[in-house]
């Protein structure tokens, strides 16, 4: 069958009107039978205007009959496989296809199987409003007849549509009632299409029109389509080819044949789980959950699909960000890689803000979804755990608990930060009632179930905040009390597994899986945020037991989540700690415990006395501690008591390593209160020692246990406490086995490390090495500059020496270069520290010596020889330019050797998120931070010194040096040009002939040298002379898109937009300047990024010039500014609202110029807030221009009130109360409408 310009082809060739008729020169080069499209036809007429000139000059029913005549020459009883797939796809679910087209071949009619009562043709359509189905074929445009039929009726004229769509109307009727029923999808139409066009421009005249359920297949990229269909209101569906858009409806006429063998297919493949699957077989076990139908299916079926599907349908799962191992070459995971969707978009970059989900979330409502009422009331509402939820979302609930004994489901249910209550009360229901649960597997789902009842561990808590505003208000009633009790308990929370597992769910069973791999579990007390209370006494008793028993939770819950090593902070803060204490809310809770326990002591000591007996030593979390710590308060137990209970300790807790502050604190205060029979027996048992750990051989346990015990004795000792003979001469002895002993081993076993904030000091006190001998330097100094970690000081005496006697520095290193050796931990600081102030003489010992360096050593120290030639290569040329050039060639000599292998730029990379950003190494940023950028720059240092004049010249020995430095091998060369093209302004003012020479052509991008040249001019952010400028321009004017590819920083792009609205606006007239046109394409060529950092340049001049606005930026808007409607985006729209925003008096001015520019956003967070206050003393925008901000309001909100601006009401209400005659504007209307029913 022809297409619609073959058919009019036919139609203009049988009538053969004149070479020169309005006909065909409307028709134009369409004419041909081989006619192509090409860009340089221009635009032709529409076929419809074609066909109503056909209509005026020979009669409408005879180029009707050509029409019928043309369509019925071939076989119209041999549907296509196209026409079948369609009839198939459209079927009801009956399976009785309901097909709409606006061809008039009879070809459907066969294909779809229908009476001759089920074929409409206008304007007899079915009365969708009235509930007519439409099964069957509507020919929305016409049915073909026989050529001899009396009365053709086809709509293939303008005036044809006119009639259909406007005039009678029956046309428009019928396809808006289509559409408010049905979800439509165009398949073999292009937007240009007449048919298409004059129906939707119609029903979409005002842009408001939902989309969601009008869809069209069209070939090409996403972004190309999109733009020829918005204006029509339909979501577009792009494909590559056309053998692939009927490939894969002939997949969903399979699906449409029979949904329920289909879906049944689709839950087999599953069984298979994700991994195992193509990203579009996941999208089709997708596309089965999105039903309801298909959720029960997949939920109910016999053997149910792996819990492994939750990390599919969780959109927050299938796109979290690349987890990895440890170590070098580790495995890299990436969910999008094994649980992505064939439809799913790239994951969005990392961004200092959250950004909005942009991946399709299955477990969440969705439209289509049913809503149950009993969830919306104020009062009355169903019991938690029992609310209905849509029935879709119930099947995967009950799925997903189906799944209790597989540790991908609890891995799942750790990301979540709540479950829905009726998930947890399944989960809960299944626990209880499945006997054959993997004791891990309920252990793990017992503590998640823990964590997420308790709501504090969810997000950010305000709780605290409330409680302390309580008790102020209300002071300590039993109410209060019972919120504390719940405020400082401690929380149970949950944490993402390290490495791999971070994004990885668990492969293998609970056997083999260990608890990190799932969650890693930590034990909390409540974060306080400054705000305290104070305890009155009165009431004192009862918050030290609220105190202790979470304590106590606290200790079980450890115990609960495996948790055998754990340290409290110190009893004692004052007491031996350098640094400071722990600061977490863990060892804040223990301190404010250890205030209360003082309290009680004073005030209660009988009960706290009665408290400490009661607690349990063997708890070796907090109370073991607690307990040694009361022990030692007099006012509760004498020393002997004290002793006693100490000594029924067991050996194990007796020699706890996290409570020996505790215990020898309380062994060292209480001694000479004790009895010689306890202090006999404290000695004793010190002096047993420890019994033996697992992991001490029996070999090596002897000698651990007597240095224990040697230390907890001796320390007791130096104490002041007195031990008898025998233990005197037992410890002696012990003492005299440990090798290298010393009694520092002994005092510092009570010393702690807290936190410590403090800055390393550097030392540079040269200190003996004035006085040693020349030979001996390097090694005294290598062992006085050895740093333990934990000093506070830097010890560097080399770089001491070398500031205060150089000549004995140089003399050290030159001993050593004698031997074949050049220490550079020491030539370091030589080069570096060098005091410029030395004897002429000496200087020039120190030029030969680092001029006749080996080559090797060079290399080793390229970074401090680049930035030693940077800043005092101008001074040494000044003073000696022979020597100074054979320093700086011996130098650049070393640097290049061996291939520039270390000439390389010193700048470190880039991480965001923990990964490698891939930039480019060939940018000023990396010349300056390069070895041979540093010594271009002290090149050029010395050039600028000798104040050369306008067109001077280089002289030769500079130049010729500066070829050898562009010559560098690998990055070197990159750097020299960077270095130098960032001076391009200067080097021409004083040479102006050699820079257009051998400058200026680097800058062409087929030049080597190109990027690097680029990046350093563009980094100067400054615009050259004109001549050069007047070089640049086409080269600049190419530079969008390219720029992209050379992976620089954002920042040089938005310079160069900058660069050429500043010379579009200002100098369009100049060689240099930029026109209105030119501009316009670099616009063009620029991401949407880009493009709104021309609007934000855009608003600095409209603020910054007099008169800015009206001048400036208005003009370049109107002029300028590509009309594209691709350009009209939503990113576009928050940069051209900021614009606005400083505008002031000018702004219905410039929103005037914009308002073409604006369309409807979604999802954009409080950005309108600036039009509700006042800012800088100026009234809002709203109370200066009602009017003005009605029309942007109407423009940028959408016809949706889930997507209207969160400060639209605000607004409002100022447009009203500043001008009450727009309350009954139709624009107010709609957006007072969208407030009202959000």
Not at 216 to 235: H, M, N, S
Not at 474 to 502: C, H, N, Q
């Amino acid at each position: 069958m022809p297409d619609f310009v073959g058919l009019t082809r036919h139609v203009i060739k049988s009538f053969d009107p004149p070479a020169g008729s309005s006909i065909v020169t409307a028709f134009g080069p369409r004419i041909r039978d081989d006619y192509r499209p090409r860009d340089e036809d221009g635009p032709l007429a529409p076929l419809d205007q074609v066909f109503h000139l056909l209509n005026q000059e020979y009669g409408k029913q005879d180029v009707s009959t050509l029409v019928a005549e043309r369509l019925t020459a071939e076989d119209l009883t041999k549907a296509s496989r196209e026409h079948s797939l369609i009839a198939r796809i459209s079927s009801d679910p009956e399976g009785r296809p309901q097909i709409v087209t606006t061809n008039f071949d009879r070809l459907f009619d066969q294909c779809a199987g229908v009476s001759e009562a089920r074929i409409f043709e206008p304007p007899a359509f079915p009365d969708i409003e009235l509930g007519m189905p439409i099964y069957g074929v509507t020919y929305l445009h016409g049915r073909i007849q026989s050529p001899e039929y009396p009365h053709h009726d086809y709509i293939l004229s303008s005036a044809d549509f006119g009639r259909a769509y406007l005039a009678e109307g029956w046309a428009t009727k019928f396809v808006r009632a289509l559409l408010d029923q049905y979800t439509v999808v165009l398949v073999g139409y292009q937007a240009e299409d007449p048919p298409v066009k004059y129906l939707l421009q119609g029903l979409n005249h005002d842009g408001l029109r939902d989309a969601t359920n009008l869809y069209a297949f069209d070939r090409g990229q996403l972004e190309d389509i999109e733009v020829k269909w918005r204006d029509r209101g339909v979501t577009p569906i792009p494909y590559a080819d056309h053998s692939h858009l009927w490939d894969t409806l002939e997949a969903w006429a399979d699906r449409a044949d029979d949904p329920r063998g289909w879906r049944n297919d689709v839950v087999d493949m599953a069984r298979k789980g994700p991994r195992a699957l193509s990203p579009h077989e996941r999208g089709q076990v997708a596309h089965l959950v999105r039903s309801t139908p298909g959720a029960r299916l997949f939920a109910k079926s016999e053997n149910p699909p792996p819990a492994e599907w939750l990390n599919v349908f969780d959109a927050t799962c299938r796109a979290a960000k690349k987890s990895k191992d440890y170590g070098e070459g580790a495995a890299t995971f990436d969910p999008l890689d094994v649980y992505g969707l064939d439809d799913d978009p790239d994951r969005p970059p990392e961004s200092g803000r959250r950004s909005a989900r942009v991946h399709d979330h299955l477990l969440a409502w969705r439209r289509g979804d049913s809503n149950p009422s009993g969830g919306h009331s104020l009062a009355g509402r169903q019991p938690e755990g029992w609310e209905a939820i849509p029935s879709r979302l119930s099947h995967l609930l009950d799925w997903s608990a189906k799944h209790l004994n597989d540790p991908v489901f609890a891995w799942w249910a750790v990301r979540q930060h709540r479950l829905h209550p009726r998930h947890v009360k399944e989960i809960e229901r299944r626990l209880r009632g499945n006997d054959e649960l993997h004791p891990e597997a309920r252990n793990t789902w017992n503590l998640i179930l823990e964590s997420l009842a308790d709501k504090r561990g969810a997000a950010w808590d305000h709780g605290w905040f409330g409680l302390t505003a309580k008790i102020k208000k209300e002071g300590w009633t039993s109410g209060v009390l019972r919120e504390v009790d719940k405020a400082v308990a401690p929380i149970l929370a949950s944490k993402l597994p390290y490495g791999l597992s971070e994004a990885k769910p668990p492969e293998d069973s609970w056997d083999d899986v260990t608890s990190g791999e799932v969650v890693r579990w930590e034990i909390k007390f409540p974060l306080r945020h400054g705000e305290e209370f104070d305890v009155p006494d009165k009431v004192l008793p009862e918050v030290f037991a609220i105190g202790e028993r979470h304590l106590r939770l606290a200790a079980d819950l450890h115990r609960d989540i495996g948790i055998s090593y754990f340290t409290t902070p110190t009893c004692y803060p004052e007491r031996e700690v350098v640094g400071d204490d722990r600061d977490d809310d863990e060892a804040a809770y223990f301190r404010w415990f250890s205030t209360l326990m003082e309290r009680m002591s004073e005030q209660h000591p009988v009960l706290m006395k009665a408290r400490v007996l009661a607690w349990d030593h063997q708890d070796s979390f907090f109370f073991r501690k607690l307990k040694l710590f009361a022990l030692n308060d007099g006012r509760l137990f004498d020393a002997d008591t004290s002793m006693s209970i100490v000594l029924e300790f067991s050996r194990g807790d007796f020699w706890d390593d996290d409570v020996r502050r505790e215990l020898l604190f309380l062994i060292a205060d209480r001694w000479e209160h004790m009895s010689g029979e306890h202090q006999v027996a404290i000695a004793n048992r010190l002096l047993a020692g420890p019994e033996k750990m697992d992991h001490w051989t029996e070999e090596d346990y002897p000698g651990i246990r007597d240095e224990f015990a040697a230390r907890y004795t001796r320390w007791i000792e130096l104490q002041g406490c007195e031990l008898i003979d025998y233990q005197s001469a037992r410890l002696a002895k012990m003492i005299g086995k440990i090798e290298s002993w010393s009694d520092g081993w002994a005092t510092g076993l009570v010393s702690t490390h807290g936190v410590s904030v403090r800055s390393i000091k550097t030392d540079d006190d040269p200190g003996t090495l004035v006085s040693t001998p020349v030979n001996e330097v390097l090694d005294r100094a290598g062992a006085m500059g050895s740093r333990n970690y934990r000093a506070s000081t830097d010890f560097r005496p080399f770089y001491g020496l070398v500031k205060t006697h150089p000549r004995k520095a140089l003399a050290a290193l030159s001993n050593a270069s004698r031997q074949g050796n050049f220490p550079k931990e020491y030539w370091r600081p030589l080069i570096q520290k060098w005091p410029s102030e030395v004897s002429p003489r000496l200087s020039l010992v120190f030029l030969h010596r680092v001029a006749r360096l080996p080559h090797a050593a060079m290399r080793e120290l390229s970074q401090p020889l680049g930035d030693w030639v940077r800043e005092n290569f101008e001074a040494i040329y000044v003073a000696d330019k022979e020597m100074a050039w054979r320093v700086f060639d011996a130098i650049t000599s070393g640097l290049v050797s061996d291939g520039g292998s270390a000439i390389n730029s010193g700048r470190v990379e880039t991480r965001i998120g923990g990964e490698v950003v891939h930039s480019s190494r060939r940018t000023y940023g990396h010349a300056i931070n390069g070895p041979i950028g540093r010594a271009t720059d002290g090149l050029i240092n010395a050039l600028n010194g000798l104040k050369l004049g306008e067109n001077a010249s280089i002289p030769v020995a500079f130049k010729t040096r500066i070829e050898r430095l562009l010559a560098a091998p690998g990055e070197g060369s990159d750097h020299a040009v960077a270095i130098l093209a960032r001076q391009l302004r200067w080097l021409y003012h004083i040479d102006r002939d050699w820079v257009l020479e051998r400058i200026t052509p680097w800058f062409a991008y087929d030049h080597p040298a190109s990027e690097p040249a680029w990046n350093a001019f563009l980094s100067a952010a400054a615009f050259p002379q004109v001549e050069i400028g007047q070089r640049l321009k086409p080269l600049l004017l190419d530079i969008f898109p390219r720029i992209y590819g050379w992976n620089w920083d954002r920042d040089l792009a938005k310079i160069a937009a900058q660069m050429i609205v500043e010379l579009a606006v200002y100098r369009s007239d100049e060689p240099d300047g930029v026109s209105i046109n030119e501009a316009r394409n670099c616009i063009r060529e620029m991401s949407d990024t880009t493009r709104k950092d021309v609007i934000f340049r855009l608003g600095r001049i409209g603020q910054r010039d007099d008169g800015g606005w009206a001048s400036h930026v208005v003009p370049f808007i109107e002029s300028t500014w590509p009309r594209e409607r691709r350009f009209r985006t939503s990113e576009m729209v928050s940069s051209w609202v900021q614009m606005l925003d400083d505008t002031g008096d000018e702004f219905p001015l410039v929103l005037s110029s914009v308002l073409r520019f604006l369309v409807p956003v979604e999802n954009e967070s409080h950005w309108l807030y600036r039009f509700t206050r006042e800012v800088g003393g100026e009234k809002p925008l709203t109370v200066q221009h009602p009017s003005a901000v009605l029309d942007m309001l109407d423009a940028i909100v959408p016809n949706d009130p889930s997507a209207a601006p969160f400060e639209l009401a605000e607004i409002l209400d100022l447009i009203e109360a500043t001008d009450p005659s727009l309350a009954r504007d139709r624009r107010y209307f709609r957006l007072i409408d969208l407030v009202e029913r959000r």
